[in-house]
């Protein structure tokens, strides 16, 4: 049986299990933090929070999928089944990704696995909606049922990274007991029910506001919510802001924010003014510059924490000379990761050292990175382009964000170094740029992936193995694709530790693509913020936080 509270499993494993710990858990530096226990001393029994982030969307509802503004307005939410439990790893989630085992029962209380883990059994808690229904098995039921008919993301996860059953996926067992049934059990199964799109809703209210044309209350959940957690909407302004509020009825501990305004502030440097007045409390994706100057401004504080998230270096297969491995190789080898991370991102992330983020915990791989100029032009020799060839590059400040730009030219110099010469293309527009990309419209492109779910096989799965709807590049290795397999299907422990290490290797040896930076997530703040917990989805749960005078 699976409990409240469960701890991240210790491997130990050698000096190379040890020396991978003591890389994905190095504290990451950053302006001082709060003094917690001040704040809280000194709080007022209730506070206003506004939130300025770069877009909100135009319906309360994730379909249609609007991108990251439907992560603002869905994960404060929260209302899921579980949610990541950082609270006991280092600098809570700060410094320490949380993984598979980090998990808390929210509208869950325990799960437990049937003997061939194709079954999950949640057993729910007493909680009750802003209506005032209480939550039943029907309303997890409904709610996956419903997110599954309406969400080509939703069905991606569940039915091709998952291996849920698409009839008979939901088994409601009693009022407070349901059932989850997969065709095969993957290491995900569980941590499928905690991203943005997996909220629970008060079905007994949905179906109301349902008719025959609309039978999951789409029309009515564009401006309304029925859920579980701590918060309901008190005003929505399509596209500009949502004003959230106490739900009364909410079942769970939360600090002092009773209004949380979320504001769309397009500007990056309009929500960094706004943050230094003091008119707002948290800023969203600003650039690093903004970040860099605010760690010195008085009142603000700018945690810098680990993410899942990767920049990389995207070599398109179906080009006769990229797909040669020794000129991956040797392109590898010319690139200067630390140069990229001082330059391009201000120090604001890690070199990638392996195909896997060194964020993961899993033992280092004899195969890591390495810069060697001379060794990358004997190895383009012998590829058979001792005069190096043309190459045309493709970046966006779109994605990964503006360090594109400054990272695409440090690249043109130190491939250069090596007879490599490359043209740069900026293509402005971040529709026309992931067009390209999932089409495969280009040679080289820098690019980022973010997984919604921080774990190597959702990572590998999506990005990298063959078939993946974002492998546009062409790289096809049926030894990979065969380890992202075993990755999925083995349960946490030393055994997937294993197997993650070797597929980190095999991402340096086979390069499905070139990783450059391990990210980070950046967090603005006032000072008098605290309550902060660092989740692997890199977002502000506002339920949490206290806010001090």
Known sequence: MQHLGITRSLVIGGLMTLAMGLLSNTALAQ??????????????????FVYAVPSVTTTLDYQ???????R???????????????????????????????????LATEWSYSGDRKTITFKLRDA????????????VKWSIERTMALSPIAKFNYFSIADYKKEGAVTVVDDRTVQINVNSPTALDVVENLVFFAIIYDSTEAKKHATEADPWAVDWLKTHTANFGPWKIADFQPGQQVTYEPNPNYYGERGNITKFILRAVPDASTRRQLLEAGSVDWAARLSLNDYKSLQNAAGVTVRMCQSPNRDNLVLNLKNDILKNDQVRAAISMAIDRQAIVDGAYLGFGKPAVTGLSSYYSYPTPDATYTYDVEKAKATLAAAGYPNGFELKLLYSPSRPGPMAQQSAILMQSMLGKIGIKVTLEQVASGTEFSDRFLKGHYDAIVWQEPPLIADPYFSAAIYNMSGSFQNSFGFNSPEYDQ??????????????????SELAGLGVTAYPVIYLVDDVFLQAHRANIAGYVARPDGEVYASELVKGN
């Open 31 to 48: 302006s001082p933090l709060p003094d917690e226990a001040a704040i809280r001393a000194n709080a007022p029994a209730s506070a206003t």
């Open 64 to 70: 249609p999928y609007e991108g990251d503004a439907n």
């Open 72 to 106: 603002f307005v869905d994960i404060p939410l929260e209302s899921k089944l579980i949610l990541y439990d950082p609270t006991k790893l280092a600098g809570q989630g700060c410094e320490q990704l949380a993984s598979l085992t980090d998990l808390k029962g929210d």
């Open 128 to 139: 009750k909606s802003e209506y005032g229904n209480t939550l039943t098995a029907e309303d």
């Open 483 to 500: 380890l992202v397999r075993d990755v999925a299907t083995t349960a946490p422990g030393p055994d997937r530790d294993a197997k993650m």
